[in-house]
């Protein structure tokens, strides 16, 4: 009996920001697709941008992006290339980031250091050696 694998689905979410509340849904690349995305050349013969977002396209699964009526906005690729640029950039960066596997940023950050308030151990010179 072989292995049968699931393919990925990233689920990304803006917590904040321009877009917080936006979640999209997005299958994982196949090693190929990854070479294409990171050298900016597509299957198609697409370069560049052009080409990251046919990809984008083909490989979402779903999003909850909405109109300025509340009307769903379907998740193509002629939706996207009427969706500002900004918008599509941020998905396709933090979609490359989770494919990457690129760490998220710490949700709080480390505190900086503070005095001690426990006094220091007192400490005195040694006494010198003898010599023997």
Same mark, same amino acid.
């Given at each position: ?49 052009? +080409?990251?977002?046919?990809? =984008?396209?083909?490989? !979402?699964?779903?999003?909850?992006? @909405?109109?300025?009526? *509340?009307? /769903?906005? &379907? ?6 290339? +009427?969706?500002?640029?900004? =918008?599509?950039?941020? !998905?396709?960066?933090?979609?490359? @980031?989770?494919?990457? *596997?690129? /760490?998220? &940023? ?6 900086? +250091? ?19």
């Amino acid at each position: 009996m072989g292995f049968k694998r699931n393919p990925k689905i990233y689920r990304l979410k803006w917590e904040d920001g321009d877009y917080s509340g936006l979640e999209v849904s997005i299958r994982s690349l196949n090693m190929g697709q990854l070479l294409e995305a990171k050298s900016g050349k597509s299957a198609s013969g697409k370069d560049g941008l052009e +080409g990251t977002v046919e990809l =984008l396209a083909d490989r !979402i699964v779903d999003w909850n992006l @909405e109109d300025e009526q *509340g009307t /769903p906005v &379907p998740a193509t690729l002629e939706a996207m290339k +009427g969706e500002d640029d900004d =918008l599509i950039l941020d !998905i396709i960066n933090k979609w490359m @980031e989770a494919v990457s *596997g690129v /760490p998220a &940023p710490l949700e709080m950050p480390s505190p900086s +250091g503070e005095i001690s308030q426990v006094a220091s151990i007192p400490t005195e010179a040694l006494s010198p050696s003898l010599a023997s």
